[in-house]
């Protein structure tokens, strides 16, 4: 059942979001994941997360009302191109993505991981590379999520792909898959919350891409003034090192 929540004054128990004396007039509509932990964690009362801090963070700093949409991701990324949403996070930049929109300057951390159980590989653990992943084993990433639109660009052999991270864990875990691509940070947070050791797992790094957000053009056309503005607030609410 799709999960979807319009929130006016964001919620975040630790913040105050918007100044009564907000300086514009319009309510910027933002789509998210429903869950993505640590970025994105739902909560019965909106939603908070590292993603979600940072953004409350600028948008405050700005005095910007915003809304937030916790859908399906490729619906975020669909309604944002159609200009039913103005804009989705958290978002790395791809060509697609471009077309339509435009991404702010990046400020979450992002390295992306191939997942492997240790006792499926057969091979020494020198040589269970990444070019050895592209050539030999079956992967899978998250349904819409840019991981999946790198390994589609890399010509990897692709098997079912989940709409959830816990999907794509218990297809690892079932053997459906030789190796997972995923954020790092999501990865491993999932592992310890289901109660499981990273230690069953091997690891073999990707890429790095950070996020920020991805704002629509048709939301950009409207308020042309709007995005120069939020990136000069980014490095004081930015999540990188």
Not at 5 to 17: A, D, K, P, V, Y
Request: proline share 3%.
């Amino acid at each position: 059942m799709q999960h979807i929540l319009r929130l006016f004054f964001f919620i975040c128990l630790f913040l105050t979001i918007f100044s009564v004396n907000a300086d514009s007039n319009y309510v910027v509509k933002l789509g998210t994941k429903v869950q993505w932990a640590p970025y994105h964690i739902d909560t019965p009362l909106g939603a908070d997360g590292v993603s979600v801090r940072a953004v409350a963070c600028i948008m405050s700093r700005i005095n910007q009302p915003f809304s937030i949409n916790k859908t399906a991701w490729k619906r975020a990324q669909e309604e944002t191109r159609t200009g039913t949403l103005d804009g989705f996070f958290s978002a790395s930049r791809n060509e697609k993505r471009d077309s339509y929109a435009t991404l702010s300057e990046v400020f979450l951390p992002q390295k992306r991981v191939f997942y492997s159980l240790r006792s499926n590989i057969l091979v020494p653990l020198k040589d269970y590379t990444v070019d050895y992943i592209q050539k030999n084993i079956l992967v899978s990433a998250r349904y819409g999520s840019n991981a999946l639109n790198s390994l589609k660009k890399g010509n990897y052999k692709i098997g079912a792909t989940p709409h959830t991270q816990e999907q794509l864990l218990n297809m690892l875990e079932f053997n459906r898959m030789g190796a997972v691509l995923e954020n790092s940070l999501v990865f491993t947070q999932l592992v310890k919350s289901s109660g499981k050791s990273m230690a069953k797992f091997y690891a073999v790094d990707q890429n790095t891409k950070n996020m920020g957000v991805y704002f629509g053009n048709i939301f950009l056309a409207k308020h042309p003034g709007f995005l120069d503005k939020f990136n000069q607030q980014v490095k004081s609410c930015t999540v990188l090192p």
